[in-house]
């Protein structure tokens, strides 16, 4: 039930988790291209078409966007908000996901319109589990936002 | 029967005052005696020269007739004479019964009365005699017979009447002796005739009666002899009357004098005998001198204290007495020369016809021998009727002064000596009586009582002027307190303006050139200038200071609070050690130091110094720097507190500050803190899930490689790495219970808790746990905290009963203590009591491995029941359960302070 032309972008600098995300994705088969930014600002490029990313279609935006809040250089909650504050992300799903279970962490992410906050368990059959099931509810079951044409 | 003697109760007795009753029964004791003598008397005579022979007499006396004449007329006397003095004895009655005229024109009466009375009861008695002889007895009368019991009754009649009438009228006088007589009842001279020529005239006569009739003997001869024995009687009593007249002339012609006496009848008065009329006529006449000296004396006085009452100083006193002196004594030139205390000499300051002059008209030196250096050393006066010769007095003076006599006397004021009034006569001799001496020392009295009654009176006058100068000073001192006091509103912020009204106002008021204010220092050992006022500059300065150790007494005086007041600051107690090193140099004179004090310690001083010379402080002066010493005071105690103040606000920010930083410190901290939670829920748990994920990783993907042996170990790094996990997760919930804001509601505890069963027994399904949840248990806290809490209890309870059959957890409050306190209880292993204080620490745990735990949940049910100012504490049994036990304040906000730090 997967939309394999779907992009998922994955923020995260650990390559741990890195590995471990893509590895509990592909195990439980979400096949989507999985475009992996290292860092806040390489993820805004992503999204905006500029730094590394200039020239990227920017029409053509992630079905999700997996966040981490702990980045180098510009933070999680940076990237949110300015995905928010961009016209043409404004609308983009976002969804935490972090290993802080911090209230503020937690309420400042809705605050800036995150569509989800996820804590990665440390419990990889648990983290397994939450990566299915976001998967299942993100890429399958959720209508995101009609592309601008 | 009483027999009174009216002879020496006449003359005795004079201060009793005759009664009226004593003088009616010695009257009427008169009157008997007047009218039973001469028959008696006469009787006696009769049988004596034979006329009657005793049977006659006898006879006359045992008939009715003789006895009833004479009772007769004795009856009449008593009754008719004393009603004749009725006047005199109720004057004496009562002073007011009848007039004094009355009783005087009783008394004149009295003798026409008496005579009358008495000598026709006499007159007629011999033909009583007769009458009863003839009628009775055998006696014929002849003519002869008639003329001489006539005659014999005559004359007793007077030889006993006499008498008898001077004693009465010694009666009378005894009674009118306090009227005062115009002129005189019965004269001396008469009863000097009376007695003197009369009764020798009529004794005679009865002598050569009773001769005749014994001798039958009568010639021309014997009739010669007895004529010329009375003319002798006559004449010798004619004789001692007028000598007796002679004698009373002077004092005679006093009675019915007018008054004052004039001056003929002063003349008058000089004795004129020898007897004691001569010499009581001299006393007289020198008590009248006396008494006119006296009163010449009391005039002079009179002139004196009026004249200097008039006059305005001393001088024109010392004028007037001199003035009077010259006029008392009639002398050419009076003097009032007064003894210099100082050279010794003495002074000519007063003088008839000159001015006075307190440097002195003369002088005459303190060793020069002069009769005023000698009364002022002898302390006597001393009259000198010639002194040409007089050794007392050197030939300068004598010369100088050209005087032939004089009277001189000492003059003393307050008992001191104080000079001489002298009088001097220059062209005649004059001697000097005792008049003249009383004169001169009774002016010299008087003067010096008029000098003290008009030095009282300038005295009284300067202390009128200094009292109504005063009055103006406390005026003036009064309204400069005022001005002074508008002043206080500046004294918290600018002391120094307030501080030169001061010294400006002091040394305007108390009119000095030094006005300054000093304090203490906080050593006590210094005093610093606070402002200086000098009046001539018109300048300001300050900081000056001086040292205790310099000035020892002054500050013992000062620290003492006692107000200094050195009229001459060079000599003056506290204040002389000034001299050399601030008197001198500054000029200044008196000082004038009130100490400032604060609570009765002396923190200041505020002194007037008085520039060039002495200075007698007056004490409303004192008081005025008391009263601004005092206003200083109060100024820098406001500006002290206003000192306080500023910089308890200083200090106020400062703390502010303090608790700025400290809070930015514990923010910092904080957030350290939070950050390092941070990290640890991030960066220690990426790393777990890492190893976590990959040891999973290899157990699936190489599976086929691994033994049991490292399929077991795989786990085995699984476990431990999850239950790390939890670790982290635990310590995390500790560390946030500590530091979340607590957001009070009402809790209901009851539905908390039974929420947190569902989930444990969703969690763990194969459990049969009995669970008893006591309805509507609520306090008032943080929800989370509290669940949080609740669900470490409880989580433990249901841990700790898995080993236990019919396991059963209970959730109530109960009242222990009078407060209400909630228990979770259960009936699992417990523990032993003597660990129970480990109970609550961190990572304390008194149970292994078969039961999972961190031993952090305790410790964080500890902290968030602290942090709601409850307190929590177990009891338990090994084996048989155990109970926790927790309060909850009713508002933790109030109870236990606690700063929270949020965003």
Redo the contacts between chains.
Sequence with gaps: MTTKDSVILLVEDNPDDEALTLRALKKNNILNKVVVARDGIEALDYLFGTGVHAGRDVSDQPQVVLLDLKLPKVDGHEVLRRIRATESTRLQPVVILTTSNEDRDVISSYQLGANSYIRKPVDFEQFMEAIRQLGLYWLVLNIPPPRPD | MQVPNPGSNATGNDNLALTAAEFRRRFRWLIFYTWNIPPIFGLGFILLIGVLTPAQILGILTTPLEPAYILGWLAFALWFLPRCMRPLADWLDSKTGSSPEQAVRAVRRFPLIFWATFLIYLVVAPASVIVAAEIYTDFVATPYDWFRIELVALIVSIIVGLPIFFLTFDLFGQALGELELKRPIITIKTKVFLIGALVPLLIDTMLVQYYWTRTGYFTFETFGVWLLLEALAIGGSLIFAHSFGQSLGPLQRLIGAPRPLPEEHLSALRPRSTDELGLLTADFRNLLDELQLQNEILELNNRLLRTVGGVEDTGAALTVVVDLCKQALGADQAFLIVHDEVTGDFVGVAQTGDEFRPDGHWRVHADEPSLTKWVFEQGQTIAVEDMANDPRVSARVRASFSTRSSISTLIRRDGQKFGVLMAIQREQPRAYGSREIVLIESLAREAALALQTQQLRQARAQAEIALRDSEQRLVQQQEALIRLAEYQVYAASDIDRVLQAVTETVAAVIGVQRASVWRINHDRDEIICLDLFERDTQRHSQDAMLSGTDYPAYFTALKENRLIIANNAMTASETREFSQTYLVPQGIGAMLDAPIHRAGRAIGVLCSEHVDGQRHWKTDEANFSNSVADFVSLCLELHDHHLTANELAHHREHLEELVLSRTAELETVNREL?AF??SV???L??????I??????LSEDYADRLDDNGQDYLNRV?AG??R??IL?DDMLQLS?VGRAELRPVEVYLSSVARDIVTELALADPGRQVEVEISPNLSARGDPRLLRVMLTNLLDNAWKYTCKTQQARIEFRQVEIGGEQVYSVHDNGVGFDMQYADKLFGAFQRLHGAEFPGTGIGLATVTRIITRHGGRVWAEAELGKGATFFFTLACDPDTKVPHITYG?
């Design positions: 939070e939670s941070y829920s991030h960066d748990r990426a790393p777990l899930r890492a976590d994920g990959f040891a999973r990783a699984r790495t999850q790390m996990g982290i946030r965003n």
